[in-house]
């Protein structure tokens, strides 16, 4: 109980000392934003499905599941499980440290239910995918786009979206430009998750 009460009241510290709908509005006014509106539906649909495919039907992360997960993190020696969600992405990339503690962990979690009670589902997605790390010293979709294809985002087919949603997953071990080999192993094991998961066809599994 401890972690928890320390990590609420640092979540809470950090959330009012740069309110995340301030920090939305901050990263909109930038030259790079891209809007919801001009990201193409193969990216909302392929980054849901690999990165976190209960995103719209989730209120981010209860009490009961921040608990559980904690308990979890405990059994494996304060070393934090995988699987994040994309709000607790989003709250990582915007106020933690990237280490890999229970205390950071819980800090995250309380943070993403702050990001969820504040910012409407588009909201998240939309800003997640400015901020995020595409690799190659690259923040951000419309950067990313760019430099990867040449394109803006609303250009995107479903082959480059799905590219992103698993880069992102190792954007400097599985960089697709430096190692290729690297990146289609990490490609076809997540793609091969979906499958398993029905989230895609077979069809598209071996499509793609």
């Given at each position: 109980?401890?972690?928890?009460?320390a990590a609420?009241?640092?979540?809470?510290?950090?959330?009012r000392?740069?309110?995340?709908a301030l920090?939305l509005?901050?990263?909109?006014n930038s030259?790079?934003?891209?809007?919801w509106?001009?990201?193409?539906?193969?990216?909302?649909?392929y980054?849901?499905?690999?990165?976190?495919?209960g995103f719209?039907?989730?209120?981010?992360?209860?009490?009961?599941t921040l608990?559980?997960?904690?308990i979890?993190?405990?059994?494996?020696?304060?070393?934090?499980?995988?699987?994040?969600?994309?709000?607790?992405?989003?709250?990582k990339?915007?106020?933690?440290?990237?280490?890999?503690?229970?205390?950071?962990?819980?800090?995250?979690?309380f943070?993403?239910?702050?990001i969820?009670?504040c910012?409407?589902k588009?909201?998240?997605?939309?800003?997640?995918?400015?901020?995020?790390y595409?690799?190659?010293n690259?923040y951000?979709?419309?950067?990313?786009?760019?430099?990867y294809?040449?394109k803006?985002?609303?250009e995107?087919?479903?082959?480059?979206?799905?590219?992103?949603?698993?880069?992102?997953?190792?954007p400097?071990?599985?960089?697709?430009?430096?190692?290729?080999?690297?990146?289609f192993?990490?490609k076809?094991?997540?793609?091969?998750?979906?499958f398993?998961?029905?989230?895609?066809?077979?069809?598209?599994?071996?499509?793609?």
């Amino acid at each position: 109980m401890i972690y928890v009460s320390a990590a609420y009241l640092k979540a809470q510290y950090l959330t009012r000392k740069r309110p995340v709908a301030l920090l939305l509005t901050e990263r909109k006014n930038s030259a790079d934003y891209c809007a919801w509106e001009k990201i193409s539906e193969e990216v909302k649909k392929y980054f849901i499905l690999i990165e976190d495919p209960g995103f719209y039907e989730r209120k981010g992360m209860t009490l009961m599941t921040l608990i559980r997960r904690g308990i979890a993190c405990l059994n494996r020696r304060n070393q934090i499980i995988h699987g994040s969600t994309i709000s607790q992405q989003l709250a990582k990339n915007l106020y933690l440290r990237f280490d890999r503690t229970i205390f950071r962990k819980i800090t995250e979690s309380f943070i993403c239910l702050k990001i969820e009670h504040c910012l409407t589902k588009e909201e998240i997605f939309t800003f997640y995918l400015n901020i995020i790390y595409y690799g190659n010293n690259i923040y951000g979709i419309s950067n990313a786009s760019m430099y990867y294809f040449s394109k803006t985002p609303a250009e995107l087919t479903a082959n480059q979206a799905i590219l992103f949603a698993c880069l992102i997953a190792g954007p400097n071990a599985a960089d697709p430009v430096h190692y290729p080999d690297k990146f289609f192993s990490l490609k076809k094991r997540k793609l091969e998750k979906c499958f398993q998961e029905g989230l895609i066809s077979e069809k598209e599994l071996k499509y793609f």
